[in-house]
């Protein structure tokens, strides 16, 4: 098991929460199909670098959504960039395509797609593109530290 994964799952512990390998789910579309959900039950982690900070930002959305780079640079209170994979690693743990709302190595600063809150139950990736894990949306946003906020186009 990877170290990202074990990461994941100690963040878990004690929550109802299931985690699961997936075959190749590049999309949200693609892991809402292999897992029988909606497309919106798939939370993404979008990983922004901010301009001035150089932090890495996160956005968890929505599958079917897309984050709006006005409405996220207000929020976060400054310009941001796109994240490179060396940012991303150093910052969270994760590789790109595996990033969890959890367990990162250094919490991001976070906001919550409000469309995700409409779902009981939520997916997202487990710390590799291969594992995702299930938890009831509003304990995802708490345990990701993240706030509820409109950023979607």
């Known amino acids: 098991m990877s170290k990202s994964l074990k990461r994941v799952r100690a963040a878990l512990e004690g929550e109802e929460a299931e985690i699961r390998e997936t075959g190749d789910a590049n999309t949200a579309a693609m892991a809402a199909s292999q897992l029988g959900v909606e497309i919106d039950q798939i939370a993404k982690s979008i990983i ?46 994760f590789a790109i395509g595996g990033v969890a709302p959890i367990a990162h190595l250094s919490t991001p600063r976070a906001w919550f797609d409000p469309r995700l809150a409409e779902f009981a139950l939520v997916w997202a990736a487990a710390g590799t593109p291969r594992h995702v894990f299930s938890l009831d949306s509003h304990r995802l946003a708490e345990l990701s530290g993240a706030q509820i906020s409109d950023f979607i186009v």
């Not at 929020?75 to 796109?82: I, K, P, T, V, Y």
């Open 48 to 93: 922004f670098r901010g301009a001035q900070s150089g932090e890495a930002v996160l956005f968890i959305t929505a599958g079917g959504n897309q984050v709006c780079p006005d409405k996220a640079a207000a929020l976060a209170g400054e310009a941001l960039e796109r994240a490179d994979a060396g940012l991303v690693r150093a910052q969270t743990g």
